[in-house]
């Protein structure tokens, strides 16, 4: 299919003696991606949420680390702090009110109102507004959503990027050497992947402690393992092609022909490959963080957010479903643009569901 | 197919024994050890205790003395749980875990498999884009968002089912749904979304048109052909599911607070309890080892094109 399109490319015509428009590879699969409208919603959703978190320092929000004492555990609301926190705990009082069948307030109760209406109406803190409510320490949940999301989607894209390069690298030596590279290679990945790697993953961010670099390391030391499998079939597949007997008789060198000719040509797969595991990076950052491995507060990341929200989530549920909807939409977005790049990309794919 | 057999257990010996040394380099590399989080202990007691425990020997010595013990099914005391000894502790945790490991696995199989054959059989009916649509949620939504969820709408809300703990006295098999519900739904989906594919693909296989041809009844050719062919890709992953359902046991009991093995292991990793930890990685790892080595031998009786050399 791919040696077809290139003599096609170099005639400039088909079979039937027509001129015709060269279409590469990438404007075919893109054409084919713009047909699939949910891939498509997928790829705006990812590109907003990349936008988005890359833009965080410089949107008008609060600081993902402040916390207003008065203001914690506030629900979802568009108007300012002070009437909701007002609100919230007037009800509060309504309810012990109920519950201790009495029929006004007490002089306790009343003052402390009275004191709460004079604050809201000098404290310029008062104002904020905490569209999605905040946490149990005050602090803004849209702010610590986004700034969750950006350490997940960032280690999400730099372990795929790492991941992606250690597999190419590997995956295409051990094609192209073959013999006893190829079989020491493709036994080490063989070993490391029957490891029960999220187990010494564990004890590994337990022993070693908690930090960005840890967790990374820890994660992206197996993550190579799938694409370094693709990568070495495909090259194998490629390696006694024509394009390649034809780099090699002109003198290439093995690293030319591997870097210049044989990966350029598998890229397709190793794209599909490595958008699926950016969510995958992202769901294993979230698991450690949610067992309190991962990062560490005043940070905050998807995971540890739904933790933190889960314990929380009987009286506030807001705690546990906002993070838990962002997170769970940019899966559903990074899976949806994944499976569409495969149809676009590798159209007679057998994986294709 | 035999030595096949025979060749893939003994295999199992290196793959074990390169988990027990990398857990144990972790372990005892790492800067800090059981006893240093603790107060300040007086030189020559900690001398006394590192003596005790035989920490003050040279690490290979450390490290054959643990294999030595092992092998002779003494995993050793544990560090932090005073009294125990790590063979108590995991005694009373597994069959907890193996429980909840072992439905769940059932659930996802059973009903992913015979869903997603029903799916591919009415390819485009509701039923086909409902199984698929809740697949993708099921391999969307990570485990410690769906747990708490579900915990959330059933337990909390509707008040349904008790939010957590296990079989005793005061609750029967009903603890159950939950933790089960949450450990299955990801592997559920995937087995769904593979075997609607692959019963797809066989579905246009010429050995299917054959079978029609000779006037085989739809069910005979549902259930002696097309179902044999499209379990292959399903029993391939079952070993991602067995790894996938053990490291999800560690979250799901974390979340309703189930007295099983996952619970013990993060803090035992926190706690640096050495002998526990190892325990922990050890049984695991076993069952992951020996599971993957059954599906492959399965799927060799199941498909003869593989060869044995």
């Known amino acids: ?353 | 197919m035999t030595r096949y057999i025979v060749r893939r257990f003994l295999s199992l010996i290196p793959t074990m024994f390169l988990i027990i040394v990398f857990a144990f380099a972790i372990e005892h590399l790492a800067p800090g050890g059981p006893f240093s989080s603790e107060k300040k202990l007086p030189p020559e007691i900690l001398a006394n205790v590192l003596a005790k425990y035989h920490l003050d020997e040279s690490l290979p010595k450390q490290f054959l003395r643990y294999m030595g013990d092992m092998l002779r099914g003494d995993l050793g005391p544990s560090f932090r749980y005073k009294d125990f000894t790590v063979n108590q502790l995991i005694g009373q945790a597994l069959p907890a875990s193996m429980l909840l490991g072992g439905l769940a696995l059932i659930v996802a199989v059973v009903l992913g498999l015979g869903v997603g054959v029903i799916a591919a059989l009415k390819q485009n009916s509701w039923i086909d884009y409902a199984t698929m649509s809740l697949a993708v949620i099921g391999i969307s939504v990570p485990l410690f968002v769906i747990g708490p969820v579900i915990k959330l709408v059933l337990a909390l809300q509707l008040k349904w089912l008790p939010t957590s703990g296990w079989i005793d006295g005061r609750n029967g098999w009903i603890v159950l749904i939950m933790p089960v519900i949450t450990l299955s739904f990801p592997y559920f989906a995937s087995i769904a979304r593979l075997s609607r594919a692959s019963v797809l693909e066989v579905l246009r296989a010429d050995y299917i048109r054959t079978a029609r041809a000779k006037g085989l009844t739809e069910a005979t050719v549902v259930f002696k052909h097309v179902l044999k062919g499209a379990l292959l890709p399903v029993i391939s992953y079952l070993g991602p599911a067995f790894a996938g359902i053990i490291t999800g046991t560690v979250v799901v009991e974390t979340i309703f607070t189930i007295p099983g093995m996952g619970r013990f292991y993060i803090q035992a990793a926190t706690n640096r309890d050495y002998t526990l930890i190892m325990g922990d990685v050890i049984v695991f790892s076993l069952i992951l080892v020996v599971m993957n080595f059954v599906v492959d031998v399965v799927y060799g009786f199941l498909d003869p094109r593989i060869s044995y050399k």
């Open chain 1, 1 to 353: 299919m791919k040696a077809d399109k290139a003599e096609r490319v170099d005639a400039q015509v088909n079979e039937f003696d027509q001129a015709m428009k060269p279409v590469s590879l990438w404007a075919d699969a893109w054409r084919r991606l713009k047909k699939n409208k949910m891939a498509f919603a997928g790829l705006y959703i990812v590109t907003f949420y990349i936008v988005v978190s890359m833009l965080a320092p410089i949107l008008p929000i609060y600081s993902y680390e402040d916390q207003v004492i008065a203001h914690t555990n506030l629900p979802p609301s568009l108007r300012p702090a002070g009437e909701v926190m007002i609100e919230t705990r007037v009800a509060y009082m309504r309810k012990v009110l109920k519950a201790e069948a009495r029929s006004s307030f007490n002089e306790k109760e009343e003052a402390e109102i009275a004191a709460m209406k004079a604050d809201v109406a000098v404290n310029p803190d008062h104002k904020r507004v905490y569209v999605l409510g905040t946490d149990n320490l005050g602090r803004d949940m849209l702010s610590r959503t986004l700034y969750g999301g950006r350490i997940s989607i960032m280690i999400g894209l730099v372990g795929t990027i790492t991941a992606t390069l250690v597999g190419i690298l590997l995956g295409s030596i051990a094609g192209y050497a073959g013999g006893r590279v190829d079989n020491f290679i493709m036994r080490f990945v063989d070993i490391l992947y029957g490891l029960p790697y999220m187990l010494i993953v564990i004890i590994m961010m337990a022993v070693f402690g908690k930090n960005i670099l840890n967790l990374f390391v820890a994660i992206a030391l197996v993550s190579w393992l799938t694409l370094a499998r693709v990568v070495r079939g495909q090259v194998i597949s490629l390696k006694n092609a024509e394009f390649v007997e034809a780099a090699r008789s002109m003198g290439a060198s093995p690293a030319r022909i591997v870097f210049r000719h044989l990966t350029p040509n598998t890229l397709g797969v190793i794209v599909v490959f490595a958008t699926l595991l950016v969510p995958d990076f992202i769901m294993s950052e979230s698991f450690l963080s949610f067992l309190g491995l991962g990062v560490s507060a005043p940070l905050a990341s998807w995971g540890s957010l739904v933790s933190e929200g889960a314990n929380t989530m009987e009286l506030y549920p807001w705690q546990l479903l906002v993070p838990a909807i962002a997170m769970t939409l940019f899966l559903f977005a990074m899976n949806f643009l994944g499976d569409g790049l495969r149809d676009a990309l590798d159209p007679q794919s057998k994986n294709r569901l």
